[in-house]
Each structure stands twice: as structure tokens, then as C-alpha cells.
């Protein structure tokens, strides 16, 4: 089926590419994985180098993704405005209303990263994303602050930490993953970062009131995610590699794991699944 894997690639792919090399790339892959023994849960908990290098961007990013405090933004909307000044009880029209801005900004914003993910890169986006969600999550701690409570300001450094998000860290996080693995460590692999992922989700979610009130306040709290943000920045300029317009096979030889496929090709397996 590679005439069809072909024709689909040319329509997805922009003008000019080489779609002859992608599919290539993917075939060579596929042809490793089927000769490879495989891969069992101890390889994945008990990893050896090359493998950790996959479990490290892969599962790294997933964790980092939540690592912004995005959950309790979204599960407290209404709270987290309150807090900032922005309206009392009586007034629940408001923080409404203030609510379904931020998800209508979330969602809207999704479409600039579909439409610029393959014209300016993953990297680019996901760096672009991590620094302005650190300088909005600073601006919604200043606007929390006791002495400087500011419902607008509030509301819009939401917006712009939802917006920024949504063109970057959320949707690039999955793309990335999964072209970290290599394919018989891909569904195993991304089984880890969406349990990490979620797990890490719930934790953020779960912690926000009982977290911020043993900091002293929602200013403190997003004072925190606002470091462990820069963080995540920091750790993505290290170690997450750009994979624009690359095949899996140029982006596993990228960081360091082309060795690792050549052997993965060379070893015959007489058990294998294929």
C-alpha cells in the first residue's frame, strides 16, 4: 500500500516535500519493528540507555504539560477570579461569563497551532508557549495579591495563559511524543505518558485549594507553577529536538538512537508478534 500511504502523504504534507523519503523512513521502521523481539513492560520500567532517552522526551513532556497548573485553572475558574477581586457571591453572572471566555479562548487558539504546527516547527511553539505561560501565570499572582486584587487583569492573564497554551504545550505534547518512540516501543511508550499525563492532571486538579491555602494564598500558588513553568521551558531547550519535516528514522538518529535501531534491525526474533 505504499502508492496510497504516498498519495495521502502529498496531501498532507506541504508542497515540495520529499514524500517519497517519509514513507521510506516509516517502511524501514516498520521492517525493524518486525524483526525485533517484543517489547515487554521490564524494558520499559527497567530501561536501558537508549530507551530511557525515548521515556525522557516522551514521558517528560507529557508530565511537563501539566506542570503549569493548566487543570486548576480550568477546574476553578470562577474561584480563581473571586479570589482576585473580580466579583462577589452575589454577582455569579459574571465569573460565568469570565469562565467561558477562557474556554472559548482555549479552544480557538488550538487552531493556530493545527494550522502553524509544520510552517514554524514544533520546537519553536512549545518554547514560545512554556516563556509566555510563565510571564501570565506572574501576572495572574501579581493580580491575586491581597494588596493588588485585579478582577480584569485577572481574567485576561487567564486568557492569555489559556491562548498560549493551546498554540504550543497542549496539542505539540502529543505530537512529540509519539514521534519520540520508536514503533515497538510506541504503544507502550505513550501508554506511560498518558498515564503520567493524566496522573499528573488529577494531582494539580485535586491540590489547588488545600495547596494554596497551606502557601497562603492562590497569589503564592501560581507564583510556584509560574517557576515550575520556566522549568519546563528550560527543560525543553535541553532536551526536546525539533522534528519538523522529518522522517522518525531522522529524528531517532537525532538523539542519539540511531545505533540502538540499526541493532533493533539486525537481530532476527524468532518469537515475534509478526
Known amino acids: 500500500r505504499h502508492q496510497e500511504a ?3 502523504l502529498r496531501r498532507t504534507h506541504p508542497a515540495g516535500e520529499d514524500v517519497h523519503a517519509v514513507v521510506e523512513g516509516i517502511r ?10 517484543p517489547v515487554s513492560w521490564k524494558s520499559m520500567l527497567c530501561p536501558s540507555k537508549d530507551v530511557a532517552k525515548m521515556l525522557l522526551i516522551g514521558v517528560g513532556i507529557a508530565v511537563a504539560q501539566q506542570l503549569n497548573g493548566s487543570e486548576s485553572i480550568v477546574a476553578y475558574a470562577p474561584v480563581i477570579f473571586e479570589r482576585a477581586g473580580m466579583a462577589g457571591r452575589s454577582e455569579s453572572e459574571d465569573l460565568f461569563a469570565a469562565t467561558v471566555l477562557v474556554g472559548t479562548v482555549k479552544a480557538s ?5 493545527a ?12 518554547l514560545i508557549s512554556t516563556s509566555s505561560m510563565t510571564v501570565a501565570l506572574t501576572v495572574l ?8 486584587a485585579c478582577g480584569w487583569l485577572s481574567v485576561l492573564s487567564v486568557c492569555c495563559f489559556m491562548a498560549t497554551f493551546s498554540i504550543g504545550v497542549g496539542p505539540m505534547t502529543w505530537l512529540m511524543a509519539a514521534e519520540a518512540f520508536t514503533s515497538p516501543y510506541r504503544a507502550k511508550g505513550m501508554s506511560l505518558a498518558t498515564f503520567a499525563n493524566r496522573f499528573t492532571s488529577g494531582l494539580v486538579a485535586l491540590t489547588f485549594l488545600p495547596l494554596s491555602q497551606a502557601l497562603g494564598g492562590q497569589a503564592q500558588y501560581f507564583a510556584v507553577y509560574a517557576c515550575l513553568t520556566l522549568g519546563t521551558a528550560i527543560w525543553m531547550i535541553r532536551v526536546a529536538p525539533e522534528t519538523k519535516g522529518q522522517t522518525l528514522e531522522e529524528i531517532h538518529e ?4 540511531k545505533d540502538f535501531m540499526d541493532q533493533d534491525a539486525e537481530e532476527p526474533a524468532p518469537g515475534s508478534r509478526f
Not at 502553524?116 to 516547527?121: E, I, P, R, Y
Open 141 to 148: 499572582a501579581l493580580s491575586s495579591l491581597p494588596t493588588f
Open 254 to 257: 537525532k538523539v542519539g538512537m
Open 28 to 37: 524501514r521502521e516498520m521492517d525493524a519493528a518486525a524483526k525485533g523481539d
Open 6 to 8: 504516498e498519495y495521502i
Open 115 to 126: 494550522l502553524k504546527a509544520d510552517s514554524w516547527g514544533r520546537r519553536p511553539l512549545l
Open 109 to 113: 487558539f488550538v487552531l493556530v497551532a
